[in-house]
């Protein structure tokens, strides 16, 4: 566990993020971690001052997490990270490229995960896509 | 009723130019999807995957030494940086106390790094807007830098000094008494060209209110270093005491204006200021060990951060006791620039993105590990 952390579910998240903002916490980046089964962490990282807050959310491989683009645009970027590399989907992400971050539209299997997962089926194009 | 004329009826025709990924402005591969009203842009989106290595991944084929070459080649330019906050991460969940001299070599090498990171874009920064012989002067004067590099380390650029618990190189005395005078030479160069880079009208005119971020705006979009100070936020990991700049007298060097020109001021008052803190540093550092021997497997969760010369350098590790690491989680300042960029490109002329999209010093390699 790391110092200065909380957990957090995942009806909790969207508030959570919206107090730290309005507190004066800068956003970071967010760490995905595999666990056993078909369970994932996602640690939030923020910083105010220079002193670290965390938010830990624990998901199951089929769950769709809130994006907190909403509230920290700059988030974005770890959070499609994390759809190509994990598989985890992010519902109301500001930018979102689908699985094709750092992914060929090609490759379905993501790198950092045991289970399978599909691509979000929507009819207009991804952010990003005719590279 | 209003009659609307021809002219307010007219669109303004609108396309979308892919601006890279080749890109004779970038050193690396990006592509921008520029959406455009004739010559102004409405929207940026950057287009990754050219160099997505996965090396985060590796952790789990390499053991947690090995890793350290590894992580060093998330990015050449910044290596000494992705060394040193990884090893700090092992440090602590291993609690291994590296000796203090280690400590001050660190610090020592990663501010040489960064200053011939800085002098490196400083040039390429200048070669954006044309002005090749200011670009040939800053890389010739980084060509002193690396070569401290290779006579101290052995390499020019991925020197390789930072090894779990300390650094595999020592200073010696005699290597001391010529770095000290070639550095007054590189500090003697670079404030010859202060004049032109501060004060010549064809920079300020490419980069004085080209790519404005406030301050407010940078904090909210996760901005980091000299991206950040550019916009007036005196914010500097190294004023977290990492390494032994708890010792070093130093400022955080800030700018208020929050364009383009206010990036390069602060990236051109940093490598003076990093040839202060290689002083100072060789200065106090003490006698003794480089290294401790680590013994045993790391088993934990710890968070490292370094100021890198791009900005934050984040590391989250973790380890369950076994000679590999279970995730190694790299997020480098570029990664956290982009969206900063994102928006500082609407309204700007189409004319004005090289100059922009470099004053963020995007290091594409590191974005995308």
Redesign the interface.
Known sequence: MLANELIIGLDSLLGEAARLKRDGYRFVTMTALRLNGTRTEILYHFDRELHFRHLRLTVTGDATVPSITPVYFGAFLAENEIQDLFGILFEGLVIDYRRTLFLETSIEPAPFCRFNVKRKAKSDSPAGEER | MKVQTKDALRLKPRSVI?FGPQHPVFPEPL?L?LTVEEEMITEA?????YV?R?LE?LCAQRDFHQMVQVVERVCGICSVMHAMCYCQAIEEIMAVEVPRRAVYLRTIWAELHRLQSHLLWLGLFADSFGFESLFMQFWRIREKVLDINEATAGNRVIVSINVVGGVRRDLAAENVRWLLPILEQVETDIRRLESTVIDDVTIRKRTVGKGILNGDRA?????VGPTLRGSGVA?D?R??GYAVYAELDFQPVVETSGDCYARCRVRFYETLQSIDLIRQAVAGMPPGDIAVTVKGRPQG???ARVEQPRG?L?Y?I?ADGSKNL??V?I?APS??N???L??MLPGMWFSDVPVIVLSIDPCISCT?R
Do not use: C, D, N
């Open positions: 892919p592509q999807k989106i950057p287009v990754f995957g997505h996965g991944q904090r909210e979009l996760g901005a914010q990991t004023q977290t969760e710890a968070v934050e984040f989250y973790k279970e995730r989680r997020r990664f956290a982009m969206p900063s994102v928006t995308e």
